[in-house]
């Protein structure tokens, strides 16, 4: 019975969320997911409801790669380049987080606005991490092949 569960798909599923919920990359992406939601929902208990759209899009965004990175689907579809592409979400996430964030902790509204404001500076915060992570990766793996075609290059 239980190489039953083990084989089926569902278990599989389970078996890589948890997999990759520990590895770095992971754990940003379930932290970015949920501040998100933190976000939307102070947003949307505020009465100026209009900042909701940066956390719905980041939110789905987050949710949309950390899908793809967890079932390996960046390494089935090579038509975009994964790293680039999630380097980018993670710059105009951070840049658009910290924007709205500091415009509703400035301005004066009531606490729900103010306290997703705060949110939204911790997950901008969150975000540049995750840019930065995502430029080394990107930097590192430029270096190496450079360095293989160098190499390659200076034999022949």
């Known amino acids: 019975m239980a190489d039953t569960e083990a084989g089926s798909p569902a278990g599989s599923a389970v078996a890589r969320l948890r997999a990759y919920i520990r590895t770095r990359k992971g754990t940003i992406l379930a932290a970015e997911i949920f501040l998100g939601l933190i976000i ?12 909701t759209a940066v956390a719905i899009c980041e939110m789905v965004f987050a949710i949309i790669f950390f899908v793809i990175f967890m079932m390996d689907l960046d390494k089935q579809f090579t038509v975009l380049h994964w790293p680039w592409t999630d380097f980018f979400r ?14 509703c902790v400035i301005s ?10 705060v949110f939204g500076l911790v997950a901008g915060i969150l975000y540049s991490y995750d840019s930065y992570l ?18 390659a290059s200076g034999t022949g």
């Open 40 to 51: 939307l929902i102070c947003y949307a208990a505020s009465r100026y409801g209009g900042y």
């Open 134 to 151: 995502s430029f080394l990766s990107l930097r590192a793996s430029r270096q190496h092949t450079a360095a293989s075609t160098a190499l």
């Open 108 to 117: 004066t509204g009531d606490g729900a606005r103010t306290a997703g404001g």
């Open 90 to 103: 993670a710059v105009i996430g951070a840049a658009l987080y910290l924007i709205t964030s500091l415009i």
